[in-house]
């Protein structure tokens, strides 16, 4: 007799089947009959579960979703640069009453330039008898002083690297400064609230170190430096840059909001956004999830800065028929959740970047995971009832 056969040859004629798992059997119900609807029913109940946690991934994958941070705007361009000094755009910086100042990698001495954010036109000139071998970066101190970094080394074979100091009122200072590890080509350099410039390297690998001086800065030093964290970055899609898709993941930028509480590292084709903790530390940073911010189409893009509303500025130098532009993202630092926690999760091995992820696959997987256990403890719970009713 087929299984269930009892149940239906006892069905008035047109009423509904009974159902053995409706719920406890009635007191005319055979206990055989109970026993092999069993591992029916409990095969039922995996089955609603199953149903009821693909369901809620469903519906959580689109919350989680909701969490991301908004698209960031389009660049938007506020002027060209025509002036031949800043042909070679590397680093800007934007001082406490909103002036924009800029400086390129060449030149003899240090001279920074302050622009028209209109036009792109010098307005004013700071300069200072010190010659760089590669100045590649510009950053802000909390007091005001410039950070001209020095740091260029394409052949990896100097055996210091520099940071120039340009205070508001009296002489530059120079500080030698040696890696713990070997040569490193080194475009970006950021200032935390305490005042200590932080190093950020250029590696194609795709994993940058940051490097901090290992106690106070001696003039004219050298200082050595510890590696004191690294950071990476995912595919991106964004185009720009002279060296095609190896451009996503080298740095060429860095900079800190007036308030030091978001950072940004650039690479040719984007600048990735952090949230600063509350401890200041740019280094533990570095280890939070970013908000990416495409600056597509650039030539050589290697400047970055923000201004006093959290506007992000971005400046490339020419190359070839690509003119160097001084662009911004209005918004962008506000694109980063509000808060921050004070210690930082710590960072996974360094890897090479990995994919990207849509917005919905972390949630995806956690319904998914949770499908699976309570699809394994729903048959768990199947099996144990067999074998105590068999």
Partial sequence: M????????TRTPGAPAADPCAGSPGPSAPAAADRRAAPVCAGRRAARLLGLGLLAALLVAPAFAGLAAAAPAAPETLCTVRDPRLLELSGLAVDGSGG???MSDGGSRVALYR???????????????IDPFDAEDLALGPDGTFWVADTGDNNRARETVALIAVP?????RLYRLTYPDGPHDAEAVVVGADGVPIVVTKEISGVAGAYRPVGPLTGPGPTPLMRAGSVGFARSDTTGGPIGALGAFTVTGGATTADRSVMAVRTYTDAWLYRVPASGDLV??????????????????????????GTLL??????????????AVE??????PAVAPATPEPPPPAAAPPEPRPEWLPAAIGGGVAVVVLG?????MALHSRRRRV
Avoid: N, Y
């Fill in 100 to 102: 924009i100042w800029a």
């Fill in 2 to 9: 087929p299984r269930g056969a009892e149940r239906r040859e």
């Fill in 115 to 129: 622009m028209d954010p209109a036009t792109c036109a010098v307005t004013d000139t700071r300069t200072a008898p």
């Fill in 284 to 309: 533990a940073a570095l280890q939070g999830t970013p908000v990416r911010v495409p600056l597509p189409e650039e030539p050589q893009g290697e400047a970055i800065a923000f201004t006093a509303d």
């Fill in 168 to 172: 508001p009122r009296g002489e530059a």
């Fill in 331 to 336: 918004g962008a630092a506000a694109l980063l």
């Fill in 376 to 380: 394994l403890a729903a048959g768990a």
């Fill in 314 to 327: 971005s400046g490339s130098e020419t190359r070839g028929l690509g003119k160097g532009q001084l662009r």
